[in-house]
């Protein structure tokens, strides 16, 4: 989306003041968190009714708002990270 890859690249360069590997360790640490959930989570959509899990990944998205909000706020870097 425009949000992972664009807005919140570039906030994290101007909150670390214009340091590249800002930028690529948080790019890193998203592509890895994909990975290391995305095999679990296809699991359980198969072994479990799809509302629940779109329900509980719907929960999971709502703490990720809230946590980019506060790190907006914050203008926490590490925050991001959470």
Known sequence: SIW???VLAT???L???????AVGFLTAAM???QLVVS????????????????KISGGVG?????????????SSFYC???
Not at 15 to 20: A, C, K, Q, S, V
Not at 63 to 70: D, G, N, R
């Open 4 to 6: 992972n890859q664009n």
């Open 11 to 13: 906030f994290a360069f």
């Open 15 to 21: 909150l670390r003041d214009g340091d590249p590997k």
């Open 31 to 33: 592509g890895i968190a």
């Open 39 to 54: 095999f679990p989570a296809g699991y359980l959509a198969d072994k479990y009714r799809r509302d629940t899990i779109l």
């Open 62 to 74: 709502c703490i990720a708002v809230f946590t980019s909000l506060v790190a907006l706020h914050l």
């Open 80 to 82: 991001l990270l959470a």
